[in-house]
């Protein structure tokens, strides 16, 4: 008859949570206070003509502005489908990018800069 070999490993020990309390948990954050906007990214800035081509002609706060270019880009599907930080230009954002065919979207924010005036 054959004998069962003893386990030499040891049983893993079970941990005790201490129970946490709530109410000091509470207690101790302070109440969250309101981010201050950047006044000079909520500043109007003037499109000029090729980028108005793409964003519209009126005056829009940088956030807007960028916002409109990227739903430009996805709605045309202009955006690498393997690669999705490149860019790639149509007839529209070729003036913009300074006739680039392809670039990162590091860079537009770059070239987009030289379209627009205070």
């Excluded at 954050?29 to 793409?54: E, G, H, T, W, Y």
């Amino acid at each position: 008859m054959a004998t069962k070999k003893k386990s030499t490993s040891k049983p893993a020990k079970k941990t005790v949570k201490k129970p946490v309390k709530k109410a000091a948990k509470k207690a101790a954050k302070k109440p969250a206070k309101k981010r201050k906007l950047n006044p000079a990214l909520m500043k109007p800035i003037q499109p000029d003509a090729a980028l108005a081509a793409v964003v519209g002609s009126k005056p829009l706060p940088r956030s807007q502005m960028t916002k409109k270019l990227w739903e430009y880009i996805k709605k045309n599907g202009l955006q690498d489908k393997v690669k999705k930080t490149m860019i790639h230009a149509d007839d529209k954002l070729k003036p913009v990018f300074g006739g680039k065919k392809i670039v990162t979207m590091f860079e537009m924010t770059k070239l987009v800069n030289k379209h627009v005036t205070a």
